[in-house]
């Protein structure tokens, strides 16, 4: 239970204590208890009064003055103040704090996890890359987001499945299996000139032609586009999505299911899964025939007023109404994005979140439409937008990469500066934030570079223990003997400072999840090594607050119970966010 949590029980048990005669009954549902602007008003604040004032008809200020009075009862509470209109800044006892590192200490492992979730089943979709080439870096900010969302999410108690959506079935995949068909004659030893326009001219596809020559040998050379090229795509798609997997793996991101976009179309009995999806909304009145208005209320030449079959999603919060079937009787790509989000509603998800690049935001109204047409409200749909990444060398524009054609592949910036790196930087700003990567920087060993900092802190609370098998072996270090050091010993401004900031990690965690924010555990596992290394220069100056003291044993033993809980609180952030915890740092 966070400090919030157990702070706002102290506060409703204090106003249930307070006789309210002609309002016996109160809802105290707004009632938020928050860490105070300013931290020299207190360690909390809460709106308790401002929430209750005008349920029993009183004066904010003068009803926080009697929510005060029973505060301070308790045996947590130090002191109690009011503050302007009537917010009531709070600040516990010392041993209040004590107790709160003695619980993170016993529950080191499992510190900020939480029940929030209630195994509520949650799908979270990230990448979803074309498999048509090797990932670039347009790809990398919404692979880390998603799969530290789903971290996050797990970690506060959701049932995840982390899925990936393959693009399998559209015209780029034909694109693709010609592609690959030049690479099989240029294995076959034929010049091919230049890649013609149209084409993926990157050279990540040439081991797949080499593969297919020496396979099949010259046999579709001189074969018409009929005979190879139901051959070439799926040898191309599995070639692709091998090469994505790899580069995913580089960057420390897992997926729990691949799902095929042909697996929509494929026709099963007598339909397929799109047809199906189709009917469904047809049996609930969102399938019509008719026309639609030309785009933006003008006709192009070639625009084609025909009566097509539409969903009717502008009844379910869309700006229009979609088609579900193309001139030529194929279905529209939005057609299997309804197949696919019944299929996920079939599988029992309370919530479908998307992870999506910033240039698919005209996709959110619609997808949201089709949640409320099919689940009806049961399932919650939530889209979270990625803006753009933008790679600078030394505050220099980078150029792209000739391996790839035509972009930066995600590969070759891991390769440079490593998948911890990529990743906390990826979350060093809010998702729908710009995002500017600079190689040189994020390999700085200095507190401008986050990650180095945050890992440089964890490598810190590692050396503490090395130094004391070093300079005070005699100090029994093991879990056991720190579980019960006197933490009361910790009386120094800055160590209680530490405690609270540990003490705040499960609301971090909870207030991330709800919000589908990862970026704010990067934020605070900031912020705690801050406090770490501020505290730790502080012993440089002043040697009697250092962490190892071996003529005071006592004192040493429960400053190391604070180093071990701040390094396990460090561990926890980092593997959410999918980075190392590193020992040493060189």
Request: proline share 4%.
């Amino acid at each position: 239970m966070s400090i919030f949590t157990l702070f706002e029980q102290k506060i409703k048990k204090s106003i249930e204590s307070i006789d309210f005669k002609d309002n016996p009954e109160i809802n105290l549902q707004r009632l938020s208890v928050e860490l105070p602007r300013d931290s020299s008003h207190g360690d909390l604040a809460t709106n308790a009064a401002m929430v209750l004032a005008k349920q029993v008809g009183m004066n904010p200020r003068q009803l926080a003055e009697i929510i005060v009075d029973e505060l301070v009862k308790d045996q947590d509470v130090e002191s109690a103040v009011v503050a302007g209109p009537g917010f009531i800044n709070i600040v516990a006892k010392p041993s209040f704090w004590f107790a709160q590192l003695a619980d993170i200490l016993k529950n080191r492992t499992t510190f900020g996890s939480s029940s929030l979730g209630n195994g509520q089943k949650v799908n979270v979709e990230y990448v979803s890359a074309n498999p048509t080439g090797p990932m670039h870096v347009g790809h990398c900010r919404g692979a880390v987001i998603g799969d530290a969302l789903a971290n996050l999410l797990d970690f506060a108690g959701y049932d995840v499945t982390r899925e990936y959506y393959v693009n399998d079935a559209g015209g780029q995949i034909d694109v693709l299996a010609r592609s690959v068909f030049l690479r099989y004659r240029e294995a076959l030893g034929e010049d091919i000139g230049a890649i013609p326009e149209g084409l993926y001219p990157g050279d990540y596809l040439v081991p797949v032609g080499k593969m297919l020559a020496e396979k099949y040998g010259d046999r579709f050379l001189n074969a018409g586009e009929d005979e190879w090229l139901p051959i070439f795509k799926p040898v191309s798609i599995d070639a692709m999505m091998d090469l994505i997997r790899a580069d995913l793996a580089a960057l420390n991101v897992r997926h729990d299911l691949f799902f095929s976009e042909r697996s929509l179309h494929e026709v099963k009995g007598n339909k397929s899964k799109i047809e199906d999806a189709i009917e469904d909304l047809r049996a609930k009145g969102f399938v019509y025939q008719g026309t639609l208005p030309p785009p933006k209320g003008q006709k192009p030449e070639d625009w084609e007023d025909r009566e097509q079959l539409l969903f009717r999603s502008t009844e379910v919060g869309d700006d229009i109404d979609r088609p579900l079937v193309k001139s030529d009787g194929s279905y529209t790509y939005f057609a299997a994005d309804v197949a696919y989000f019944l299929d996920k509603f079939q599988r029992g998800f309370d919530e479908t979140i998307f992870i999506l690049g910033a240039d698919h935001g005209g996709y959110v109204k619609r997808l949201e439409a089709v949640a409320r047409a099919i689940s009806g409200g049961k399932t919650k749909l939530t889209v979270r937008l990625c803006q753009l990444v933008k790679l600078f060398r030394d505050g220099k524009p980078i150029k792209m990469s000739k391996r790839s054609g035509d972009f930066i592949t995600l590969r070759d910036v891991v390769n440079e500066v490593g998948s911890d790196a990529v990743r906390f930087m990826m979350l060093y700003r809010k998702n729908d934030m710009p995002l500017d990567f600079d190689f040189t920087k994020v390999v700085e060993q200095s507190k401008d570079n986050p990650v180095f900092y945050v890992q440089y802190a964890h490598a810190r609370t590692c050396s503490v223990f090395r130094q004391v098998g070093r300079d005070a072996a005699d100090i029994d270090t093991s879990d056991q003997s720190l579980a019960v050091a006197d933490l009361s010993l910790l009386v120094d401004d800055s160590e209680i400072e530490l405690i609270k900031k540990l003490s705040e990690y499960p609301k971090i965690v909870e207030a991330a999840a709800k919000t589908h924010e990862p970026h704010r555990i990067a934020f605070y596992l900031f912020e705690l090594a801050s406090s770490l290394h501020t505290h730790w220069n502080r012993g440089n100056d002043r040697p009697e607050l250092r962490f190892i003291n071996p003529k005071l044993p006592e004192l040493t033993l429960a400053r190391l119970a604070l180093v071990k809980s701040i390094g396990s609180v460090l561990t926890s952030g980092l593997a959410i966010i999918g980075a190392e915890a590193p020992e040493e740092m060189r």
